[in-house]
């Protein structure tokens, strides 16, 4: 195997483990969506397991992702990003960004009528910015409990318990920033004139 061959499939690991949290999923939710055992997708993301052909296809299908996604096919120079919605609990998330490193971009859907759902908190490495579209958003962060409506911002450490959903019957559309890694945001606005 050569080196270049080698370095693709070291990268593999990385993107998958990536790609779970930024859907906020755990190794058991990936595995009943799958087929796959929670501990070969352990050992995928750690690298400790070599990927193949009959893995990777039910994992690009689970994400929404591409194959060369996964495996970090060359750029082709095509600046555009080809969006392929990703529907769950009633959700629909749009993944804005490639790759599965750095910052990833979503806009997420909640339409009006989809299923209510009891908030159930969970936490993961990195840090997430949110911003609110339309409608209002409704979230846990620990113990508080927010409605943030359109146009404002939140962002916190997903180390923190967390959940988002509806605020009301109404739909909600809002986009968020993850860093897998722990990265901040940076907003910055002008100052005010006096």
Same mark, same amino acid.
Request: overall charge negative.
């Given at each position: 195997?050569?080196?270049?061959?080698?370095?693709?499939?070291? =990268?593999?690991?990385?993107?998958? #483990?990536?790609?779970?949290?930024?859907?906020?999923?755990?190794? =058991?939710?990936?595995?009943?969506?799958?087929? &796959?055992?929670?501990?070969?997708?352990?050992?995928?993301?750690?690298?400790?397991?070599?990927?193949?052909?009959?893995?990777?296809?039910?994992?690009?299908?689970?994400?929404?992702?591409?194959?060369? @996604?996964?495996? +970090?096919?060359?750029?082709?120079?095509?600046?555009?990003?080809? &969006?392929?919605?990703?529907?769950?609990? $009633?959700?629909?998330?749009?993944?804005?960004? !490639? $790759? =599965?490193?750095?910052?990833?971009?979503? #806009?997420?859907?909640?339409?009006?009528?989809?299923? @209510?759902? @009891?908030?159930?908190?969970?936490?993961?490495?990195?840090?997430? /910015?949110?911003?609110?579209?339309?409608?209002?958003?409704?979230?846990?962060?620990?113990?508080?409990?927010?409605?943030?409506?359109?146009?404002? =911002?939140? @962002?916190?450490?997903?180390?923190?318990?967390? /959940?988002? +959903?509806?605020?009301?019957?109404? $739909?909600?559309?809002?986009?968020?920033?993850? $860093? !897998?890694?722990?990265?901040?945001?940076?907003? !910055?606005? !002008?100052?005010?004139?006096?």
């Amino acid at each position: 195997m050569d080196d270049s061959t080698e370095e693709v499939l070291t =990268a593999v690991g990385p993107r998958l #483990k990536a790609l779970r949290l930024s859907r906020h999923e755990t190794l =058991a939710d990936l595995s009943a969506s799958t087929g &796959i055992s929670v501990s070969t997708l352990s050992r995928l993301e750690s690298g400790q397991r070599r990927p193949n052909l009959e893995l990777l296809l039910p994992l690009a299908r689970a994400h929404g992702v591409p194959l060369d @996604e996964l495996v +970090g096919a060359p750029a082709t120079g095509d600046p555009r990003i080809h &969006i392929r919605p990703i529907s769950r609990y $009633g959700k629909t998330i749009l993944p804005l960004s !490639r $790759g =599965a490193g750095g910052l990833q971009a979503f #806009k997420t859907v909640i339409p009006a009528g989809a299923p @209510e759902t @009891e908030p159930n908190p969970q936490v993961h490495e990195g840090y997430e /910015w949110m911003y609110v579209l339309r409608g209002r958003l409704r979230l846990v962060l620990g113990e508080l409990d927010f409605v943030l409506p359109a146009g404002e =911002a939140a @962002e916190f450490d997903t180390r923190t318990p967390h /959940w988002f +959903g509806r605020a009301d019957a109404e $739909g909600v559309e809002f986009l968020s920033l993850f $860093g !897998r890694q722990g990265e901040r945001m940076h907003v !910055r606005a !002008r100052p005010g004139t006096d």
